[in-house]
């Protein structure tokens, strides 16, 4: 048995590389013959990506594909319960204390969540605590997937993640196969939709490449029968996942007064509203308005 | 400690608050290097950035960005997830977790993550 407290023990991940994590990407793309970058965007177009990034020096470029390869296709999830089951409750109490600690920013993401699925949009939320402080500010989005990112991260997450764990707790083995359809459609998925990105000297680029054309060419995905199709071009058509979207959106979290009970010794007083429609050009004084707002100079 | 000496340490303390409460003669502030705003360059860094759409004719599209990185190679892979149905979204933070802390399937996750070193 191998202790992790022991401090012989080395990340086996970390003898080969500097760390390799996943990571999952929601990025609004600039729909094509969009040349004015100051206008609103439609909010319906975007890339959505699972990442899996790392480091490594130059002779373990090998290895570190390898180990790229595992964890996208040899992680084990059927033993893995209680894994899930200590990350999801810790997930869970530190965003409860997030709550009671910075509620102002949940607030500002849930009134933000009720406009726009994605894309960049423009909301002002004024604050009030209860220690009578008063402060405001110019909410101005860019790079954030805004109904998307309060369903995942936000406060309506509570809930959700609370009913994920419930799910793993009672019923891992149906739990699992939900798991492992959702691993089997991206490895299953097409290479047009891959991205390499590679950043290093001239000479670990010419190594990363010498290593890459095997992996690309037989690597990921693998076929598995059946193969989604290519995806489409998102920066001219909208993504899938936005119809579901909006009509979750309008759904269970439609523009109204609400309160949200949580434990805390100040109440968090959130007010916002749309300032600029789809397409309308946006100055840049807005910024400074923004800035004033929020910092008070 | 004699009495002179406590008086020393007092002085010393009186003196110290003194000078840190007295302002810098203009001579002095002037040693300060400051930047003015012709010496911030506009233009922000611009990383270079090549893209080869379908490198090795495999679909796959290789981004490479050349800087000074001292020898390490630094490597994102990403796949799309766009085919996953919007409902099993919630399930996507759960997928990544695992695939960050679970072992594989020969290797539990202290070994795959903690080995000793032999």
Redesign the interface.
């Known amino acids: 048995m191998v202790s992790i407290n022991d401090v012989t023990c080395r990340n086996h991940v970390g003898q080969v590389s500097g760390g390799v994590h996943a990571t999952l990407e929601l990025m609004p793309v600039k729909p094509t013959g969009t040349e004015d970058e100051t206008r609103v965007l439609p909010g319906v177009n975007m890339l959505t990506m699972l990442f899996i990034r790392g480091k490594c020096t130059i002779e373990r470029i090998p290895d570190l594909f390898d180990v790229f390869a595992k964890v996208l296709t040899d992680i084990n999830f059927d033993d893995s319960r209680s894994i899930l089951q200590n990350a999801l409750k810790s997930n869970l109490s530190s965003k409860k204390s997030s709550v009671a600690s910075s509620g102002h920013s949940f607030a500002n993401q849930r009134i933000r969540g009720r406009y726009s699925v994605e894309g960049k949009s423009f909301s002002k939320s004024t604050l009030l605590a209860r220690v009578y402080h008063i402060s405001s500010t110019l909410h101005i989005s860019r790079n954030h997937t805004e109904f998307i990112d309060e369903k995942l991260y936000g406060v309506s997450s509570l809930e959700s993640y609370a009913n994920i764990l419930e799910a793993v707790s009672s019923d891992w083995s149906k739990f699992v196969i939900r798991l492992k359809n959702l691993r089997a459609a991206i490895l299953n998925g097409s290479r047009k939709g891959m991205l390499l990105n590679l950043t290093g000297d001239r000479k670990v680029l010419d190594a990363i490449m010498e290593q890459a054309e095997e992996f690309l060419a037989n690597g990921l995905p693998v076929d598995l029968g059946n193969p989604a199709p290519p995806p489409p071009n998102f920066a001219e058509v909208e993504h899938p996942w936005i119809a579901s979207a909006r009509d979750d959106m309008l759904k269970s979290n439609p523009v109204r007064d609400e309160g949200i009970v949580v434990s805390t010794q100040v109440a968090y007083v959130g007010e916002g509203g749309r300032l600029y429609d789809v397409n309308e050009p946006v100055k840049g004084s807005v910024m400074v308005v923004s800035h004033y707002l929020t910092t008070g100079k | 400690m004699s009495d002179e000496e406590y008086q020393a340490v007092l002085d010393e303390g009186v003196n110290l608050k003194k000078l840190q409460d007295t302002d810098e003669t203009p001579e002095v502030i002037a040693t300060m290097p400051a930047l003015s705003i012709s010496d911030i360059d506009p233009v922000p860094i611009e990383y270079p950035i090549h893209v080869e759409r379908n490198?090795?004719?495999?679909?796959?599209?290789?981004?490479?960005?050349?800087?000074?990185?001292?020898?390490?190679?630094?490597?994102?892979?990403?796949?799309?997830?766009?085919?996953?149905a919007?409902?099993?979204?919630?399930?996507?933070?759960?997928?990544?977790?695992?695939?960050?802390?679970?072992?594989?399937?020969d290797?539990?996750?202290?070994?795959?993550?903690?080995?000793?070193?032999t």
């Open positions: 490198a090795f004719k495999s679909g796959v599209k290789v981004i490479s960005h050349e800087v000074t990185s001292s020898g390490i190679a630094y490597i994102d892979l990403g796949l799309d997830i766009s085919m996953i919007y409902e099993d979204i919630i399930l996507l933070p759960s997928l990544i977790t695992l695939l960050n802390e679970a072992g594989t399937s290797m539990s996750d202290a070994e795959w993550r903690y080995v000793p070193i």
